[in-house]
């Protein structure tokens, strides 16, 4: 098995990264949640206090001013100032230790990866409503495992998202508020309207099983296509990890279940219609994958009990792999 732990220096920085977006994460929602900006105006000789609702300075009134108001606005502006400071100061150790984690080179994310999964977290709709189902889910991989995965390429020039979402609900936060937050430029490939692209040529590609597809509101967009194998990724249990962005910053990331992951893209490298080019790489990380959750991996067991849960589609991939397991060290 080509597989690396970390050194002790790597695993400590690994937990310090996670605590600091935490904290910093934490922050931002708290400060995200607060009404936008919070103003006296004088109106027919009158004063009135306002909430600013939003960057263009819209306002709705929340009435004259007297002491009640007074004081709810000095105590807005007393936390607002507070959380700032905290924002600040959270932010500059988690840069520290994204520096120190870029340092050690650990397994990182692109930048455009980055910023789409932050935003995501931000609004609460990364775990909730999606989650990572392509390459770049061996690097959580690699941190659930603590180790390098050496056969596995992780290398990819585009970000793959799946939906989970069970229900849809006009409520919560769009997929495309999220990728016009992360970037202004995104816009939907009209030829592939499952994808997206910015102006940099960045692909994200929405999927789905077809059991989640009624979980997007019928405004949202790119709109996935059903594909039947992903629903798959939804069994087991999700990997939740933070990793380092090539920015310099730290996203979270929630991954499908190692052992499913694997199994289909074993399985993804065998279907004919798959592209060739693309066939050698799935069957690699497949098989490495398996083989880190079998050494490096021993809570999300490969025995008797799992293998019975599969269907038999995956049951000849499975069973492959255990004949030709590794050692464990």
Known sequence: MNFQPFSDEQARVIVNLEQAYQVWMEALRTLNDMPYNMRIKEVSGREYLYEVTDRRGSMKSKGPVNPERLAEFDQ????????????????????????????????????????????ADRLRFLGEQAMVVGTNALIVYALEANGFIRDAPDETLDFDMALTGLEADEERPTLWKVLKEADMTYSVNTER???ARNAKAYEVEILSAPSRIGGQI????????????????????RVDRVVGVRDGEAARMVAPDPRWFALQKLWMAAKPERAPQKQPKDRKQGIALLDAVWGAMRHYPLDEAFY???????????ELWEANKPQRG
Do not use: V
């Open 218 to 237: 019928a405004q949202d967009r790119p709109r996935p296509i059903p594909l039947p194998e992903q629903e798959w990724l939804l069994n087991g249990r």
């Open 193 to 195: 309207p499952f994808q």
């Open 308 to 318: 019975e849960t599969l269907p038999d589609a995956l049951k000849p991939h499975f």
């Open 76 to 119: 807005y502006k007393t936390e607002k100032a507070q959380l700032k400071d905290r924002l600040t100061r959270s932010k500059e150790t988690l840069k520290e230790q994204a520096s120190l984690y870029r340092a050690l080179r650990l397994p990182m994310l692109p930048a455009e990866a980055g910023k789409i999964l932050r935003e």
